[in-house]
């Protein structure tokens, strides 16, 4: 180093100037190079200087400690941010968001915050059309009060149960208890038809876990079909406004084949087709509109299926033939391939025999005419054919060949009743 006053060299460790005396200059040995620490604020200058205002005892305030310590702040408030964004919705929270999702028409998000339901009626797309359905006829909400309801506040009941907790199964085979909740709110909607009304809306806990997740479940958005039909199989197939056929246990709410309904639900305001198919039957369609108060729907008959049709109408056919030669023979043989023993019509057609038989006669007549007027099956494997028949014939007595009466071209009309046997063919049981 070289002394300022005298010019004289001394060492850079010494204070002084051994020569002159003069006081010498510190060095600065601080030589590392400070990195800027990137701060995403509109201001960064005030940010610096409110952190030094803050902090001037705690702890040294040069620029570079300056700098992280606002990184740390920011970095701070954006952690606590997202853990307020992870947090669930509570019960209150998340019945007040759909119910300002249904009065902003933003019914994909409110649908989000349904109970989900495993209904091919109810899906997203299906609520969309039907919400918008109701906004044509003027009932969209146009505002609503929601308060909540103390009287239904309580734990959710279900079954015969006072407090029911589900069993959560975890990966280690232990069982955990958690008990399922439910919260009801009283709502006043204002609708923009100014049919206004008053209703409830309940949340639910869905979650399984120690985790809450509330969903809605509003039975005001639903509305409950029944279909009562001839007969349900297992091979019968539903499709919806013409969409991909589906298993009638796809979509149902219930299907109960004792009493032969089928019970589903559907948003308020749709409006569909059901076409029901199967195996033996002619597709029948069925419309529903949701959004009018109905009574339940019904299927009197099913059509059979062309091929079947021409299957039974021959046992007919055979049957009136079998009757010719029973008739004439005065026995009952001829009826055993199409009538079932222990029938109601085995039981008249023995009878008609009896009589042939007491009296002495037997029948000579011919069947002019046979037209099918209708095949319908009414039951699972039970079907009814209308038919219209032309007879000529007469009744002779055996003992002197006697014409006791006659007829010529009478034209009547018959129903039978045929049931499907194990073996699969079909019999008559039963007519009038």
């Avoid at 091929?307 to 009757?323: C, G, S, W």
Wanted: aromatic content about 10%; overall charge negative; hydrophobic content about 35%.
């Amino acid at each position: 180093m070289i002394c300022s006053n005298c010019n004289a060299q001394v060492e850079s460790h010494q204070k002084f100037c051994s020569n002159c005396g003069t006081a010498l200059p510190i060095e600065d040995k601080q030589d590392t190079e400070v990195v800027p620490v990137e701060i995403v604020t509109d201001n960064k200058q005030d940010i610096v200087e409110s952190v030094a205002k803050k902090f001037p005892k705690i702890i040294p305030m040069n620029k570079k400690t300056i700098k992280i310590v606002v990184a740390l702040c920011i970095l701070s408030v954006l952690i606590f941010a997202g853990f307020k964004m992870t947090q669930p919705m509570g019960p209150e929270e998340v019945a007040a968001q759909f119910l300002k999702d249904m009065k902003d028409g933003d019914y994909a998000a409110a649908y989000e915050l349904l109970e989900c339901v495993d209904n091919k009626l109810l899906t997203k797309e299906k609520f969309i059309e039907s919400m918008k359905a109701g906004e044509k006829k003027g009932a969209n909400i146009t505002d609503y009060l929601l308060e909540e309801s103390a009287l239904y506040n309580k734990i959710y009941e279900q079954g015969n149960s006072k407090k029911q907790a589900s069993t959560v199964i975890a990966e280690d085979n232990t069982s955990k208890q958690i008990e399922t909740q439910s919260k009801t709110y009283d709502v006043t909607i204002v609708r923009e038809d100014k049919n206004n009304f008053s209703t409830f809306l309940g949340v639910k806990n869905v979650s399984q876990t120690n985790r809450e997740k509330w969903k809605v479940v509003l039975e005001e958005l639903y509305g409950e079909f029944t279909l009562n039909t001839p007969y349900i199989t297992d091979d019968m197939t539903v499709s919806i406004n013409g969409e991909p056929e589906l298993s009638a246990k796809d979509f149902l709410y219930s299907m109960d084949t004792e009493n032969n309904t089928l019970k589903f639900d559907v948003f308020a305001y749709y409006s569909f087709n059901i076409t029901i198919k199967g195996k033996d039957i002619k597709p029948v369609t069925v419309s529903f509109d949701a959004s009018k108060s109905r009574p339940d729907q019904k299927i009197d008959k099913y059509e059979v299926s062309d091929v079947l049709k021409e299957e039974t109408e021959k046992v007919v056919t055979a049957f009136n033939r079998a009757d010719i030669e029973a008739t004439k023979k005065r026995s009952m043989a001829p009826y055993d391939p199409y009538v079932l023993k222990d029938s109601s019509s085995w039981g008249k057609l023995e009878q008609k025999i009896d009589n042939l038989i007491f009296f002495n006669a037997k029948n000579s007549t011919t069947l002019d005419k046979i037209e099918f007027a209708s095949v319908n099956l009414v039951g699972e494997n039970i079907l009814e054919i209308k038919a219209v028949e032309t007879w000529s014939g007469k009744r002779i007595n055996l003992s002197d060949g006697r014409v006791i009466d006659e007829i010529k071209a009478d034209v009547h009309t018959q129903y039978y009743k045929l049931k499907k046997q194990d073996n699969g063919n079909w019999m008559i049981v039963g007519g009038w």
